[in-house]
């Protein structure tokens, strides 16, 4: 497994920024994937949204809402990851999460044999409008 711990959400007006940041640590697997998912408010139990997340070939799919706004990108360690907001609009209010793994897929990341890494506690963005 894969911690994770997520940083850098707020409150922030509708056409603003943040940038959400993602620590890893713990692997006992190299880490060649990742991505950044969301849920909103007033569905606790529904399944996080992809948002984006990056291939071990470094392709990077995005959601069709957030393109052209949000960038991912990844630190030099290799162990932080970065999702860039940017024209933030009410609709991205949500929690968003980070995941990572030996692979990613639009509904999350996954170890060497396939099981789905945990998720952290992600980071609260509200954008009132």
């Known amino acids: 497994q894969v911690q994770l711990v997520e940083s850098g959400g707020g409150l922030v007006q509708a056409g603003g920024s943040l940038r959400l940041s993602c620590a890893a640590s713990g692997s006992s697997f190299p880490v060649n994937a990742m991505g950044w998912y969301r849920q909103t408010p007033g569905n606790p139990g529904k399944q996080r949204d992809m948002?984006?997340?990056?291939?071990?070939?470094?392709?990077?799919h995005y959601v069709d809402s957030v393109k052209g706004r949000f960038i991912v990108s990844v630190g030099n360690a290799k162990d932080t990851w970065y999702l860039e907001m940017n024209s933030l609009k009410p609709e991205d209010t949500a929690v968003y999460y980070c995941n990572a793994g030996s692979s990613c897929s639009a509904y999350g990341c996954y170890d060497p044999r396939g099981f789905p890494n945990s998720w952290g506690q992600g980071t609260r963005v509200t954008v009132s409008s």
């Open positions: 948002v984006t997340y990056m291939t071990p070939t470094g392709a990077t």
